[in-house]
T-cell receptor, first 112, second 116 residues
Framework: SQELEQSPQSLIVQEGKNLTINCTSSKTLYGLYWYKQKYGEGLIFLMMLQKGGEEKSHEKITAKLDEKKQQSSLHITASQPSHAGIYLC????????????FGQGTILTVHP | DGGITQSPKYLFRKEGQNVTLSCEQNLNHDAMYWYRQDPGQGLRLIYYSQIVNDFQKGDIAEGYSVSREKKESFPLTVTSAQKNPTAFYLCASNRVALPSGANVLTFGAGSRLTVL
C-alpha cells in the first residue's frame, strides 16, 4: 500500500518568514492533494498536482510535484497568522478510485 | 450552499455502547468516505461507498459498520467491538471516483467521539 511521509511534523515560524513542508511517497503519485485543517474542523482543499514537474500557486502558497512524481513540497511565502493550522498531503494511487491516502500532517504555528 | 453535514459535533459514549455518526451531503456526489483522525497519525480510511447499497472496507474497518441506503447519506456506527474509539471522525465525498483521475474530496466539519 502507498505510504506518505510528511516533514517536518511541526513547524514554528515568525510572521513574515518563508517555510516549506515536504511530502514523500513510497510509490509513484498519480495525484497529490494538499489540504489545510484548523484544529477540530474539516479539511479545506488547497491544490492538486498530477503531472511530473507541475507547480501551482494560490495567493502565497506554492505547491510542486517533482519530475519522478514521488515527492511534493508546499511553500509559503511571507507567512501570516492566518496560515497557521495542520497541512496534510493526500495521494491517489493508480487504481484507488477516489480513495486518498494521507500523510500524518504538519502542524504550523505562526507567531505574530 | 452545498456541502457535507456531520452530526453530532461532539459525542460521548460509555464503554459497551454503540453510537451512530451521521453524514449527509447535498452535492450530488456519488462516492462517500469515512476517515478517522488521531493525533500524529493523519487520516485513516474506515469505509467507503461508490454507489448506493454498496460499500467497501478501508484500512481500519474492524469495529465499525456503515450503510448506504440513499445517495445523500452514509452513517457510520461505532460498535462496542471497536477497542479504541476515541477519535475525530471525518466524512468526505466526491463526484465520480475515476481511476487515476481527479479525486478532490470535500470534507465535513467532523465529529469528535469520546469514550468515558
Amino acid at each position: 500500500s502507498q505510504e506518505l511521509e510528511q516533514s517536518p511534523q511541526s513547524l514554528i515560524v515568525q510572521e513574515g518568514k518563508n517555510l516549506t513542508i515536504n511530502c514523500t511517497s513510497s510509490k509513484t503519485l498519480y495525484g497529490l492533494y494538499w489540504y489545510k485543517q484548523k484544529y477540530g474542523e474539516g479539511l479545506i482543499f488547497l491544490m492538486m498536482l498530477q503531472k511530473g514537474g507541475e507547480e501551482k500557486s494560490h495567493e502565497k502558497i506554492t505547491a510542486k510535484l517533482d519530475e519522478k512524481k514521488q515527492q511534493s513540497s508546499l511553500h509559503i511565502t511571507a507567512s501570516q497568522p492566518s496560515h497557521a493550522g495542520i497541512y496534510l498531503c493526500g495521494a491517489s494511487g493508480g487504481t484507488s478510485y477516489g480513495k486518498l491516502t494521507f500523510g500524518q500532517g504538519t502542524i504550523l504555528t505562526v507567531h505574530p | 450552499d452545498g456541502g457535507i453535514t456531520q452530526s453530532p459535533k461532539y459525542l460521548f459514549r460509555k464503554e459497551g455502547q454503540n453510537v451512530t455518526l451521521s453524514c449527509e451531503q447535498n452535492l450530488n456526489h456519488d462516492a462517500m468516505y469515512w476517515y478517522r483522525q488521531d493525533p500524529g497519525q493523519g487520516l485513516r480510511l474506515i469505509y467507503y461507498s461508490q454507489i448506493v447499497n454498496d460499500f467497501q472496507k478501508g484500512d481500519i474497518a474492524e469495529g465499525y459498520s456503515v450503510s448506504r441506503e440513499k445517495k445523500e447519506s452514509f452513517p457510520l456506527t461505532v460498535t462496542s467491538a471497536q477497542k479504541n474509539p476515541t477519535a475525530f471522525y471525518l466524512c468526505a465525498s466526491n463526484r465520480v471516483a475515476l481511476p487515476s483521475g481527479a479525486n478532490v474530496l470535500t470534507f465535513g466539519a467532523g465529529s469528535r467521539l469520546t469514550v468515558l
